[in-house]
């Protein structure tokens, strides 16, 4: 699903305990969004000249690596974070599923979520180390509902305007 660091195998695993990128959580939700379909995320999707000339579009290959109705039925459960669980903060008012994520001790906090044509990833945290986000340090005790769910919501607000309403299929 795009996860290419480590994985170690122990029970908490489910609950976050392994260390991935921001970018690799994106990877992976956006397969949730694609129906269990992988598309490696590219940074640049086209490039064109002053007429409009595409002079380079990105093809990115893509496999399928989820089984279309598991990916479903965890979309179903992801639209309900936002529309009543941890995530209502990140609700923009059109189908979409995520998931907040807090660490122990306060000392990150994530919320990476998605519609049928975007995934987006938001990490909050101290990149010098693994400090605690809680006062008097920050205001609130950060967790991936707060500044996370939020600044998704900002993002992902203006990232989609006058793109169409889809809903999941």
């Known amino acids: 699903m795009g996860i290419v660091s480590r994985i170690r195998g122990f029970c908490s695993s489910v609950l976050g305990a392994n260390e ?3 970018l690799e959580m994106a990877s992976a939700y ?4 694609t129906n269990g379909v992988h598309i490696p995320p590219v940074a640049i999707t086209k490039v064109t000249d002053a007429t409009g000339k595409v002079l380079y579009r990105s093809e990115p290959t893509s496999r399928q690596v989820l089984n279309p109705a598991v990916s479903w039925i965890v979309t179903q459960i992801l639209r309900k974070v936002i529309l009543e669980g941890t995530g209502v ?3 923009i008012g059109r189908p979409a599923a995520g998931k907040t994520g807090t660490a122990q001790q306060w000392r990150d906090a994530w919320f990476v979520g ?4 975007l995934t ?4 909050v ?16 005790r950060i ?3 707060s500044f996370p769910a939020a600044i998704w919501r900002a993002f992902m607000l ?3 305007r006058g793109m169409p309403v889809r809903n999941f299929e």
């Open 125 to 140: 945290g101290f990149p010098q180390a693994q400090i605690s986000m809680v006062p008097p340090r920050t205001r609130i």
């Open 143 to 145: 967790t991936g509902g």
């Open 158 to 160: 203006q990232a989609t």
């Open 114 to 117: 998605y519609i049928p044509q």
């Open 89 to 91: 903060a990140a609700n």
């Open 120 to 123: 987006a990833g938001v990490w």
């Open 30 to 33: 956006g397969t949730l969004a």
């Open 20 to 22: 991935v990128n921001t």
